[in-house]
């Protein structure tokens, strides 16, 4: 047992989490962070691409010494089906600035690096403790933890949890319920290291800018999913999810998606030579708006990945993780420095500052896009083949006169979906995104 | 729906991607157990081709077994049979498991 009390305890040492007890502990509250990996991030996977805004806010100056890959200066969205892929490509020089806007980073040593930042704030971190239940006073406000450090007990006057999206402490202390395999995604990715000039040149890119690729399309073989490409500073991340129920649903591997889509003739070149050094692994919480759980309680908060803050559509997450980690810290110092009980009324501030945030006016914005895009799965089969198939069409030059190419095209769509079910398409979609 | 060898896609054996990672195995103390069955449920046979790092398979009575040493701690397998109770998860004592290098 720890005899010291302190101000807070924060469960993970994630981006949320490491954001809560950056912004605690900078304000002088005395916080314990506990983690179960051997060290911050070993236990962690995100593709990864860093939102520097998010964490701006924490950290302005971390440009000087975040272990950060390259800025992203293009990005490529494709629609694929075996073949082919359609692309919309948008690179700028803009994004050649003083401050870039988002970077690729490789999350192990990143969260080694805010984790630093975090113990030289002043928070006490112990590695290699998972904690294994949350304690409660007589009334059921939650007032600590014990972990599987010999059952070692530790006690706050609020407990953060930033476990991530496979947060067992949280779920099994019945604070919010188990997660849905139709809103969840599993998805598996290698980091595949090339020499940087090979980079470069394949990508097209001068010192240390970035490209990524988000892609759709039969990759995902039917199944609600998309996959990734981006490029580090000596590797490349390459990767695919699809929602669990689909992958039940399907019979499909996840290894053999990956296998399939590094094969792919758009994506095999990319990978010409590379040396795979990791293999990874992770869920990600997609069920959007409808899926956040109970964010707080009496002397508690939920924070990142296990209160689902993940902007499925944008492949945003650890910038919510991030904002909500700080928004909790900066609420429970806010309750501190008014000697207010971390009780549960008191700790709804910690909500009302997050509606007024791009997090939560995101998800809501979107709010219907994961059921429509789990329920109208001919958006990654049918769409990408027919735009390719269309792609085709328009460009081959056959002798084939132009009205009756665009003509064929038009049938392709009316055939593949009928004029009802393209109309009815159109408008689900426009009606979920607004 | 289109199968994988219809994409082109090679065998491929997850344990050579496993090979790849590191782990600290806590020998003798799996932290995911399956509960003794006689056939198992749907979800719990998905989990042969749905674990990401190939831990399930069938033995020759067609029950469902579990090495868990290349697990990946993704947590797959705990939400698809949260229904049906047929395993009973754990996170790895703290410090064991999977330690990503690049995560």
Known sequence: MIKERFDAIVVGAGPSGNAAAYTMAKEGLKVLQ???????????????????????????????????????????LWTMDDASHVGMH???EDFNEEKPNRYTIIRAQFDKWFSRKVREAGVTLLC???????????????????TDRGGGTAFADVVILGEGVNGLVGQRSGLRPELNPDSVALAVKEMHFLPREVIESRFNLKGNEGVVIEAMGTITAGMTGTGFLYTNQESIS????????????????????????????????L?????CKEYAAHLIPEGGYYSIPELYGDGWLVVGDAGQFVNAVHRE?????????RIAGETVVWLKRRRDEMSKANLAEYKRRLDETFVMKDLRKYKKIPDF????????GLYPKLFTDAAQTW???????????????????????????LIGDAFKLARAWR | MMAMAEMGAPAIKVEEKLFQNRYQVDAGRPHIKIRPHETPSKALLSLTYTCPAGCYSLNDKGQVEITADGCVECGTCRIVTAKTREIEWNYPRGGFGVLYKFG
């Open chain 1, 90 to 92: 948008y690179r700028s």
């Open chain 1, 128 to 146: 290699e403790t998972t904690v294994t239940q949350l304690l409660r006073d007589t009334n059921g406000k939650i007032i600590g933890v014990r």
């Open chain 1, 34 to 76: 506990l983690e179960r990996g051997e060290y911050p991030g070993s236990k962690n996977v995100q593709g990864a691409i860093l939102y520097a805004n998010a964490l701006e806010k924490i950290i302005p100056d971390f440009r000087e010494d975040a272990p950060l890959e390259r800025h992203i200066i293009e990005q490529r």
């Open chain 1, 317 to 325: 997450g650890s910038n919510l993780a991030m904002t909500t980690g």
């Open chain 1, 373 to 380: 895009l789990h329920g109208n799965k001919q958006v990654f």
């Open chain 1, 395 to 421: 460009f081959r030059v056959d002798g084939t006169d132009k009205r009756t190419k665009e003509n064929e095209i038009f049938k392709s769509f009316r055939k593949g979906r009928t004029l009802p079910g």
């Open chain 1, 271 to 275: 990978l010409a030579n590379s040396e």
């Open chain 1, 238 to 269: 390459v990767g695919i999810g699809c929602i669990v129920s689909d992958f039940a649903d399907n019979g499909t591997s996840p290894y053999a998606l990956l296998e399939a889509l590094k094969n792919h003739p758009s994506i095999k070149p």
